[in-house]
């Protein structure tokens, strides 16, 4: 396992590969434990940085071979999580070490990106596992193991993998909006935003579906998160909120019967 974090990143996947195919159930746990210490996805980070502040300098040239780095990188991560994605489908020792070794963490600087990249990896995998994902993911977002920073850069570095997981994603936001613990809640609305501004035109559509469901759902405490997430997605992307205006006024008032004394916040609609 020490050989790990000396592998390239394109040779990444078929080390995980074989060490994943090859773990015995008695050590799945040790194994995986070891794996994820060793797994650093931070050194995927820059070729994805140095796209972003490419796109921000349009006057500035791309190179070809900046863009062969970005696409390198992008697509090795991909990978790595599809062989990942095999493994806990397929190998059920696996998915549960896998489980484990993220509950057996209790460190809260020890706590990764991909940590909560592999629950939802599981979490959309495996339903058998659904309710002990989030089960973990509540206790974790209590005890300040997964901070919204860290879910922000999950978000930001590796929308494209993480995308694959939506469904997943969209259903654990609306169960933590249901939370009665402040933390859970305040994770549940960050995953709405960011979700919106990572994933594509039918993700973001799902997205404000979700949180107009909530608006209408009769229950006040849920109704303003609800709308403060969608007052935050007015403020944050304008423009790509505003393709979807007419539709949140006519849901929301389809539902003005449940919700009459909060209209107020779209009194305002840039419309």
């Not at 040790?30 to 796109?55: A, T």
């Not at 209408?216 to 944050?236: A, F, R, W, Y």
């Amino acid at each position: 396992m020490t050989i790990v974090p000396s592998v390239k990143l394109e040779d990444l996947p078929v080390v995980v590969k074989f060490i994943l195919h090859n773990v015995k159930a008695a050590d799945a746990v040790e194994v995986i434990s070891d794996l994820r210490k060793s797994l650093d996805l931070s050194s995927c980070v820059l070729p994805l940085q140095i796209l972003g502040s490419q796109k921000k300098l349009k006057s500035q040239v791309q190179t070809s071979s900046s863009m062969s780095q970005v696409t390198t990188s992008q697509n090795c991560v991909k990978l790595l999580f599809d062989v990942i994605k095999l493994a806990v489908r397929f190998q059920k020792d696996v998915s549960e070490a896998w489980i484990k070794a993220i509950e057996n963490t209790t460190s809260l600087s020890d706590h990764k990106v991909l940590d909560l990249i592999v629950l939802l990896l599981i979490h959309s995998t495996n339903t058998k596992n659904r309710k002990q994902i989030e089960k973990v993911l509540r206790s974790k977002i209590r005890l300040g193991c997964m901070p919204e920073q860290l879910m922000q850069n999950a978000f930001q570095n590796h929308s494209m993998v993480i995308k694959d997981f939506f469904p997943s994603i969209l259903a654990l936001a609306q169960t933590f909006l249901h939370s009665s613990h402040p933390a859970i809640v305040s994770f549940g609305s960050c995953m709405y935003k960011q979700a919106f501004a990572a994933f594509d035109s039918y993700c973001q559509q799902e997205v404000v579906t979700a949180l107009v469901t909530h608006v209408c759902s009769g229950n006040e405490t849920e109704l303003d998160i609800s709308l403060d997430v969608l007052t935050d997605l007015v403020m944050l992307h304008t423009s790509l909120l505003m393709r979807y205006a007419t539709f949140v006024k006519v849901c929301i008032f389809l539902g003005a019967y449940y919700i009459s004394g909060h209209l107020r916040y779209f009194a305002s609609d840039p419309e």
